[in-house]
Every structure is written in structure tokens, then in C-alpha cells.
């Protein structure tokens, strides 16, 4: 194993980022390597502080510990920005106003993580006891302690729920205004720091909170420190994210089940209706076949078509990585595809398998739908037309258990649950003067190419944060794309982490 000093690769790189580096980029870099221990410190006991969106108690010390954070480092104005309705976990708030400073910034991440399943994850790993390894586990890492000095290796990952989704944004944002701080340089701008606790809820109440704060919040641009880098491992710039809708169906037959002996090829089958139906909303080419499904998506610009032709392919890659041969919408890249409304079957079941298979015909059959959706698609219009296609197929739909009269007079019933906290996309123009300096500023983290996206394949509510306060977003991720986010064995790489801090320090550099 191979043991890098922070300081010792830094000038072992110089040579390479002095191209492409500022002066405050480089210094930040050399902050953060002679602090490095103390940042993981920090950064692993807020990792083990559970922050689950149901377990209120612990999205309480979460929000605390982030608010001791802010104030350790002398941020201003620190406090909860609190929704009208009771009991949703607040905003974690504070600013740094800067003497002549002509631009506001706003940064932006989520402490929130998704549920855990315990059991799913490596026998060797607790979802909130962080783990440092040598490398992924999956590629051979073993465990070892968490270094006592300032030396680690670039490849070195923390395994813990939100260790890339999102708490590494907030860490890696509140260190890069620690590290300029410390360094005796000024952000060029005014910052204002905004940690949500809702998004990996879908937000349902961002926009009381954006509509309760909105003087308080004013700025020229949102960045958004959420997601991975690009595949291939090059630093990006996302301008637009995908909405996202969600519905559940649940197609009924029998009131009980029954012998399939006795009474298969009689009696519907529920999960065989279920897999029609879904099997009519696509093509064997991966095209959604249900009407209007691509009708409203506003086309690309040119330079967001020129900026997609530059993506580097990762296709081959993935498909290596992921041990698949084909894909899904045929003709289209990756890069493509995500450029394009999806319907998505995130689960379905009926039944049983496995140990506990019975020769039986179900009751019932469930699935849940996810819709991704790209800039022109409204989330509810959507929706709406997957509820036509169902009828179309000949299917009574109902929001409640059939009844027995319903079940009498309708062959094909459905229960259809609309979700109704989904939300439409948003996209920034590249041509924007903040977003060329944007553009500008991440470049002087790396002597590589940085991938700009137009559309990030995951979703965020950030037309919430257009809608409500009129103003722009852009997304600059950090964590590494093998992250397991939302899965179980979520990591981060330490390279990426201590990577974002540099690009969120470019970023607050910005005039």
C-alpha cells in the first residue's frame, strides 16, 4: 500500500496544475493538505450522526452540528430558516457578506440521506459508523484505521450513509470558505450558505420555506453541490436537471388467492396483466410508446448541443463496469439518453418467490413508475398522460380499493396513486456572463477537461428555486460516479472530497 503526503503530492503535481491553477486554488490545496486530519475528523463525526428524513431527532443534531460548523469558521447571520408548516426539518442558514462585493452567490447542499437496510450493506460496514478503506471494496479494499497525521491516499474511500450524498457538499463547501479564510483570502463575492434537510424526500416544502425567506435569500446564482463527476473522471458543470414524477398501480383479480391448478387459464392473472400492461408502454427499442410522451420537450441550443458532442463516451466503460452488453433506448448514447424524458419501473411484485413460491394465482399485482423528466415536461401533465394510456388499454382506474360492485362490472381495474410531490426540470443557459465565469473558475482546479452537461441524468427541485426567487442555478458535483448513493456501501473517494474543496474555493473566488 502506497501512502501519499497530501504536501508531497501536491508538489509532485505542481508541474501539471500550474497551466491551469490560480494562485488562491493552490493555496487552498496546500491549506487543506496540512489540515487533513482535522478535516476528516470533522467530517466523520458528521457522518455518524444519523440523518435518515423520518427520524426527526437526528435531522435535529444534524442541523446543530452544521450550525457548530458555520459558526467555528466564523460564518454570520447562522440559523434555521423554518417552514410554515411545523415539524419540517429547517434550512441551515448563514452568509458572508464581502465589502464591495458586486455578485451574490448562494451554495447549496442537502444533509438529509436515504433509508438504510442495515442488512444489505457489507457484512464489515454499519451505515453510521464510518469506515475507512483502501480502495472500493468491491475492487479488493481492505479496512484500515483512519490516519492520525495529515498523509492519505487519493484512492482511500469513507464507507457511511451520506458519505457522497450530500454530506460531503456540505463539508467540502464549509472547508473551502475555512481554507480561504485561514489563508488570509477574500471571496471575491457575497456567499450565502443553504443546507436543505427535505431533498432526498422530493422537498415537499422547499417552497414555503423559498417563498417565507425570499428577501433573505436575493442572490445571482445558486450553486449546487450535489451528484457525481463525470464518469470518466473529469471534473463537470451541470446546467439543467431532470423533474421527476413518481405513480403507483396495482392491478386486482381474485378477492383471494387460488390453486393455480384448479383454476389457472380461468381466473385473471394480476401480475400477468400488470407485466402487459407495462410491456405496451415501451417499445423493443426502448422508445415510451404512450401518446405525447416526448411531444412538449424543448430541444437543445447550440451550444448545449456543441457541449453534449464534447461529453467524453463513457458507454464502453459502463457497460464493462456494469457487466451489460445492450441498453435500453438503442441508438442513443448515455449522454443522449439522459437528455430524454424516461419511464422507469423502480419496483413490482405479486406473489411470492423464492423459499416461499406457492403454485397460486395472486390477488393483486403492484408496481411503482418513476418519470424523469427534461426541460418543457410538466411533472402533473405527465402523469396524466401515462393515466390515458392505462385507460386506453381498456382498464377501469380507481385511487381507492375496488369495490365489490366496481369488481362486478369492470373485467381490467387498476388503482392508480398519482404522487403529488413530484416536480418539472430546470435548465440554466450556458451563454449567461455567471455562468461563463462559472465555467472559468472550475477550470482553475484542474489541467483536464471540464465536462459541461446540460442536464444532469438525477433530479433536483431546482425550478422550485426559479420559480419562487427568479433566480439561476448550476450544479458542480464532486463525489466519485461509483459512489453508491441511495444504495447500500455508499462511499466517497478522498481524492473527489478534497478535490470539491478546491473547486467550491474557485468558486467563492469568483468577481
Not at 205 to 225: A, F, M, P
Not at 229 to 236: D, E, R
Not at 454 to 464: A, D, I, V
Amino acid at each position: 500500500m502506497r501512502i501519499y503526503s497530501s504536501l508531497l503530492l501536491l508538489g509532485l503535481l505542481a508541474s501539471q496544475w500550474v497551466t491551469a491553477q490560480s494562485p488562491g486554488t493552490v493555496v487552498v490545496k496546500e491549506y487543506a493538505g496540512k489540515n487533513a486530519g482535522a478535516i476528516l475528523r470533522e467530517y466523520t463525526s458528521f457522518l455518524a450522526l444519523p440523518n435518515v428524513a423520518a427520524d426527526t431527532a437526528g435531522q435535529q443534531r444534524t442541523a446543530a452540528f452544521i450550525m457548530d460548523m458555520m459558526n467555528k469558521r466564523g460564518i454570520r447571520q447562522v440559523q434555521l430558516l423554518n417552514a410554515s408548516t411545523p415539524g419540517v426539518p429547517p434550512v441551515v442558514y448563514g452568509e458572508v457578506m464581502v465589502p464591495g462585493a458586486k455578485q451574490t452567490l448562494i451554495f447549496y447542499a442537502h444533509y438529509d440521506g436515504q433509508p438504510v437496510n442495515p442488512d444489505q450493506w457489507a457484512k464489515e460496514l454499519v451505515p453510521f459508523e464510518p469506515k475507512l478503506f483502501t480502495q472500493a471494496i468491491d475492487k479488493g479494499g481492505t479496512n484500515i484505521p483512519f490516519p492520525a497525521g495529515n498523509s492519505y491516499d487519493n484512492n482511500w474511500r469513507i464507507y457511511a450513509r451520506s458519505a457522497s450524498d450530500d454530506k460531503a457538499g456540505v463539508a467540502a463547501i464549509l472547508n473551502a470558505y475555512e481554507a480561504l479564510s485561514k489563508s488570509g483570502l477574500t471571496p471575491g463575492c457575497n456567499l450565502k450558505f443553504f443546507f436543505e434537510g427535505e431533498e432526498e424526500a422530493n422537498s415537499p416544502h422547499l417552497n414555503e420555506i423559498l417563498e417565507k425567506y425570499k428577501t433573505l435569500l436575493r442572490s445571482d446564482l445558486w450553486i449546487i453541490c450535489d451528484g457525481p463527476v463525470h464518469q470518466s473522471g473529469k471534473k463537470q458543470i451541470v446546467f439543467g436537471v431532470r423533474g421527476d414524477a413518481l405513480l403507483d398501480l396495482t392491478v386486482y383479480a381474485s378477492k383471494r388467492p387460488l390453486h393455480s391448478g384448479h383454476y389457472g387459464n380461468w381466473a385473471p392473472n394480476p401480475a400477468m396483466m400488470l407485466v402487459q400492461l407495462l410491456a405496451s408502454m415501451k417499445d423493443e427499442n426502448g422508445r415510451v410508446t404512450i401518446k405525447g410522451f416526448y411531444d412538449d420537450v424543448t430541444p437543445l441550443t447550440p451550444a448545449e448541443k456543441k457541449a453534449l458532442s464534447e461529453v467524453p463516451s463513457v458507454d464502453e466503460q459502463m457497460k464493462e463496469e456494469l457487466g451489460i452488453s445492450g441498453v435500453d433506448m438503442q441508438g442513443l448514447t448515455l449522454n443522449e439518453a439522459i437528455n430524454q424524458p424516461s419511464l422507469n419501473i423502480n419496483g413490482i411484485q405479486s406473489g411470492n418467490v423464492g423459499k416461499l413460491a406457492s403454485n397460486q394465482v395472486p390477488t393483486y399485482a403492484t408496481a411503482v413508475l418513476d418519470l424523469r423528466l427534461v426541460l418543457g415536461n410538466d411533472w402533473q401533465r405527465q402523469q396524466q398522460k401515462v393515466a390515458d394510456h392505462i385507460k386506453a388499454q381498456g382498464y377501469y382506474i380507481t385511487d381507492k380499493e375496488p369495490t365489490d360492485e366496481e369488481r362486478k362490472k369492470y373485467p381490467k381495474i387498476i388503482k392508480l396513486i398519482r404522487k403529488q410531490d413530484g416536480y418539472n426540470a430546470q435548465r440554466t443557459s450556458m451563454d449567461l456572463p455567471i455562468a461563463q465565469k462559472v465555467i472559468a473558475a472550475v477550470k482553475t482546479s484542474t489541467n483536464e477537461q471540464v465536462v459541461l452537461q446540460p442536464t444532469m441524468g438525477g433530479s433536483l427541485p431546482l425550478f422550485l428555486i426559479e420559480k419562487y426567487l427568479d433566480a439561476k442555478t448550476i450544479t458542480v458535483p464532486i463525489a466519485n460516479h461509483d459512489n453508491n448513493q441511495h444504495a447500500e456501501n455508499e462511499n466517497v473517494r478522498l481524492g473527489n472530497f478534497f478535490d470539491g474543496i478546491g473547486i467550491m474555493a474557485a468558486l467563492m473566488l469568483i468577481k
